[in-house]
């Protein structure tokens, strides 16, 4: 198998004209492609995943079929579409709904360079729509579409429902850490895929259980027209839609008869004795850490981005460096998986941290775990999909900083958010690096405990249990059990981390409940931890847990940048 990530539009980026007639720069474009070694049926697959929070649940699923489909011979590329993923900019900087239609006409040029003698669009809700909309202007063979977004001005609202208000973002809403500017807005309102169906092209929808009157019309029009078309409904998307990310699934026997379907519109490659030929165009398999590297421009700054490998299990990730920096050198911060995002980040968070950090002279690397994002499996196939607090993720955890140590970086610093932060401190425990930059961490976790996926969710279903340690706290009895050595895990943690002397910044927003924990059942282990030097505390008023609040980010930052600075210690 094949499999890399390469970025396309690159350079200066291409010109679109958006719908107020002003002219406007989207790319590089960033693309995961996965080709057989050994077979090639002539098609080319484009996959287009959804925006926003459903970016994060359906990013294992659309990983799992992108392989399938290339076992099966398919040249497969899943690209980013602009301010999306791992592309440039943010989807704030999108004028135009036009904007993500070009990354597919960028990524069927792709493949067709590669050889593909057909293309197939596939998309995942708004980018089932972006599919559509796309598939004439691409000469496509067919799409599928999975429950695309037919009605803009639904799309719209349920947005709306789900947005944060906030009188200093000048966007048009922020959902889940995406902003949608009005322009942008204005765009997907005229979105009406039912009254104004796209031109004909082969089409297979994929509704789910219990679809909505606007799919059961749109399905009658699809069979109706004299194109070929195919309706299916399935539970399988609600496995990976219609949940968090943390519980999201994947129905096997879903992906092998979608996985039939595409695959039945291959046109075959005659005279071509096996796929090397077909895909001597595209970029080669990596000998070493790098797949390929890009410039982009991030808060007026030039920042380097390349596609890396990490360890002996071909970790995935990427990272960011000042544009004048040859790595590895200096400060390397890297991102953990947190809950079951990708390497992307809660809202894609880390993306745009990677990329502050950059324009700040601080390199940067966001990796996936095994089963987490686009890293490999794992042995059988037993990693995947990636869970919170996973065992074998503190494995993993130690090879990274001890691969990236010995690739020569002067210091490797951990950061991460929730089950992320947790899997940097405990690791800190017993290893020496860099330091740990933890966000939110829930340090009154333990393996084996019950699963703490939603924090607020967590905090209601334990109400008693939290108000007893208030209680309890006013009458000085953890103050006493603590001075006569009687503490709980949270509290060996702490003193574990002060005896290994790694500098630990504990930062969290100023509700959370890993920090009331710690300031009421431990606050005699915590002022200790400080008071050592090796822990600081930071509380950040008014940030979220998962960092959805975007206009908050900088506040972090420059947390992130100011202990770096001062040495994390």
């Not at 799309?155 to 850490?177: C, K, N, P, T, W």
């Not at 421009?297 to 490998?309: D, H, Q």
């Not at 809950?339 to 966001?366: F, K, N």
């Amino acid at each position: 198998m094949r499999s890399f990530g390469t970025w396309l539009a690159a350079g200066a980026g291409f010109s679109v004209e958006s719908f107020d007639g002003q002219s406007s720069i989207y790319g590089p474009l960033a693309t995961w492609v996965m080709a057989s070694s050994s077979c090639f049926n002539g098609l080319g697959v484009v996959i287009i995943p959804p925006v926003g929070y459903e970016h994060s649940s359906s990013f294992r699923a659309l990983h799992v079929l992108a392989q399938e489909l290339a076992e099966r011979g398919c040249l497969v590329a899943r690209i980013d579409p602009f301010g999306t993923g791992d592309s440039a900019g943010i989807a704030g900087d999108v004028t135009s709904f036009q904007a993500w239609q070009n990354a597919v006409q960028e990524g069927a040029s792709y493949v067709r360079r590669g050889g593909a003698r057909e293309v197939l669009l596939l998309g995942c809700r708004i980018g089932a729509t972006v599919a559509l909309l796309a598939a004439q202007s691409v000469d496509a063979i067919a799409v599928a579409a999975l429950t695309p977004v037919l009605s803009g001005r639904r799309y719209v609202r349920e947005l709306q429902m789900m947005s944060l208000d906030h009188e200093e973002a000048e966007v048009g809403m922020i959902v889940a850490g995406t902003e949608f500017p009005k322009s942008l807005l204005a765009d997907i309102l005229e979105v009406d895929l039912v009254r104004n169906r796209p031109h004909s092209v082969p089409c297979l929808l994929v509704a789910r259980t219990g679809s909505s009157s606007l799919e059961s019309k749109f399905a009658e029009k699809l069979i109706a027209s004299d194109t070929e078309a195919e309706v299916w409904v399935s539970s399988a998307l609600e496995g990976f839609l219609d949940r968090a990310a943390e519980e999201a699934v994947l129905d096997a026997t879903f992906t092998t008869e979608l996985t039939e379907w595409i695959c039945g519109w291959a046109p075959g490659v005659p005279d071509v004795d096996g796929a090397s030929a077909a895909l001597g165009d595209l970029s080669p398999v990596p000998s070493g850490p790098d797949c390929d590297a890009t410039s982009l421009t991030w808060a007026g700054r030039r920042v380097s981005e390349k596609f890396v490998t990490v360890g002996h299990d071909r970790l995935v990730g990427l990272l960011t460096t000042p544009q004048d920096v040859i790595s590895p050198a200096g400060n390397l911060v890297v991102f953990l998986n947190s809950g079951s995002d990708p390497h992307t980040g809660p809202g894609r968070a880390w993306v745009e941290m990677a990329r502050g950090l950059a324009t700040c002279q601080v390199s940067a690397l966001r990796v996936d775990m095994r089963g987490w994002g686009d890293s490999p499996d794992g042995p059988r196939g037993r990693y995947a999909p990636g869970r919170p607090y996973d065992p074998h993720s503190l494995d993993d955890v130690r090879a990274i900083v001890a691969w990236l140590c010995q690739q020569g970086w002067d210091r490797v610093v951990l950061a991460g958010l929730c089950v992320g932060a947790w899997l940097a401190l405990e690791v800190a425990r017993d290893t020496k690096f860099g330091g740990v930059l933890a966000l939110n961490a829930p340090m009154l976790y333990q393996l084996g405990d019950p699963i703490i996926v939603n924090s607020e969710a967590w905090q209601l279903s334990h109400q008693a249990e939290i108000a007893e340690i208030k209680r309890e706290a006013a009458t000085g009895r953890w103050d006493r059990e603590d001075r006569a050595g009687m503490r709980p895990p949270a509290g060996l943690w702490l003193d574990s981390l002060v005896e290994n002397g790694i500098p630990i910044s504990l930062i969290y927003s100023s509700d959370d409940y890993g920090l009331e924990y710690l300031t009421d059942r431990l606050p005699l282990r915590l002022a200790a931890a400080q008071e050592s030097g090796s822990v600081r505390v930071h509380v950040i008023p008014d940030i979220d847990h998962s960092m959805f609040r975007t206009w908050l980010r900088p506040k972090v930052l420059e947390i992130f940048v100011d202990e770096l600075n001062r040495g994390i210690g």
